[in-house]
């Protein structure tokens, strides 16, 4: 079983690395690499990182360790996001590649409606039976769909609300790469539902046509994260 997942593993790599590297969504790199570094000295932002002195880049810039240990799925939708983005590594600054895990509880867990507005996923299974599911821009808003397995590999469009829940009666685990360093996530729920400052619960009173009561419910409930 563990050489079986190992393998599982090196393919999920190789194929997010020949895959997504040609196709980042995120700017070319014009240097050989560009290790974040925060710089609270100056109140000037840039599109993504500052660089490190190339002198002082060292392997821990490019290193994580830990994505072998199951996360704790105990929260209300059951599932939980681990990342590697830009945050965690340094030198994934300019790169236009990251990555998470995702662990799912078993009957039901659920990787919530969200989407990523900077890029493309990749995602494939390790363990378990995923339900997995995109919706098309208006007008046509259809769910394309798939149960997946172990090895199977899927893709989410870039922008698409997406989102996968665990089938089966196990644990579920997928690794999933992604078009940027850092693709950013909107869950929909928690975003409408769970903004802060609040939105107007006469607005999403009119935009889902629900009672105003219920309305000011659903934000009472959300707000919480997964990742």
Known sequence: ???????????????????????????????????????PKTGIFVNGKFCKDPKFVTADDFFFSGLNIPRDTSNPVGSVVTPVNVDQIPGLNTM??????????PYGGLNPPHTHPRATEILVVL?????????????????????LYPGDVFVFPIGLIHFQQNVGKTNAVAFAGLSSQNPGVITIANAVFGSNPPINPDVLTRAFQ??????????SRFGWKNN
């Open 96 to 105: 236009g590649i990251s990555l998470v895990r995702i662990d799912y509880a």
């Open 1 to 39: 079983m563990k050489g079986h997942c190992g393998f599982l593993a090196v393919f999920a790599l190789l194929a997010l690395a020949s895959i997504l590297v040609t196709s980042a969504y995120d700017p070319s790199p014009l240097q050989d690499t560009c290790v974040a570094i925060n710089d």
């Open 127 to 147: 363990e378990g039976t995923l339900y997995v599911r995109f919706v098309t821009s208006n007008p046509d808003s259809r769910l394309v769909s798939k149960v």
């Open 210 to 219: 629900l009672d105003n009561n219920v309305v000011k419910y659903l934000q």
